[in-house]
């Protein structure tokens, strides 16, 4: 399925501002690991198959779409900002920092404007326009949402790896009742987010 009027908006805003690259986030939630930002730009003649929001795809279309979306895309760059440097900045100031870091890369490929997700944007120094749910509106940002979440997954699977006991292959660090038994059971973690973790005892 093809969801064309994704493809439709980005070009209207080709005509607007020449080369776009699209920017998105994953993992702003979870109380472990880094967040995930994204950037990509895309040929106006790219079409993928089931290109959408990364919450609405699944994990195995996702898998799918960023092997076809890193293969064919003009540009891309993913930056993971660490859980230490989201404790010293706080979540939004850590994805803005991110976001310039994919924005820049974007530009040095020829991006002329950014549309990112969400109503905040970064200080960058080409046009950067926020798109309320720009990964079910623009193509550019549903590519650049499945390429932070698949990402970020990837990143969280390792790190089950070290520990297995806290099930991060399963909630991928997000706050649920599992997680918050294992903190309690085996404590924090060096990749926890401490600021997460200020009313860990209501849990």
């Not at 005509?15 to 776009?20: L, Y």
């Not at 870091?101 to 080409?126: F, M, T």
């Not at 550019?140 to 969280?156: E, F, G, N």
Request: net charge negative.
């Amino acid at each position: 399925m093809i969801y064309e009027e994704l493809y439709q908006y980005d070009a209207s805003e080709r005509e607007t501002f020449g080369v776009i690259c699209g920017v998105d986030e994953a993992g702003r939630g979870p109380l472990v690991g880094p967040v995930a930002v994204a950037s990509v730009i895309l040929s106006p003649e790219s079409r993928f198959e089931w290109l959408n929001d990364s919450k609405k795809v699944t994990e195995k279309r996702r898998e799918v779409l960023y092997d076809e979306i890193v293969r064919e895309c003009i540009a891309w760059h993913v930056e993971l900002i660490d859980n230490l440097t989201i404790d010293r900045l706080n979540i939004l100031g850590a994805t803005m920092f991110g976001m310039k870091l994919c924005i820049q890369a974007a530009e040095s490929s020829g991006a002329q404007a950014a549309l990112v997700d969400g109503n905040k944007v970064p200080d960058v120094a080409i046009p950067a326009i926020a798109v309320i749910k720009g990964d079910a509106t623009s193509a550019s940002i549903a590519a650049a949402s499945i390429l932070a979440k698949v990402t970020r997954d990837r990143y969280m699977e390792k790190l089950a790896q070290d520990f297995p006991e806290y099930g991060f292959e399963k909630h991928k660090g997000y706050p649920t009742k599992e997680h918050y038994a294992a903190i309690k059971q085996y404590g924090i973690t060096p990749f926890h987010r401490l600021s997460f973790l200020k009313n860990l005892e209501n849990h």
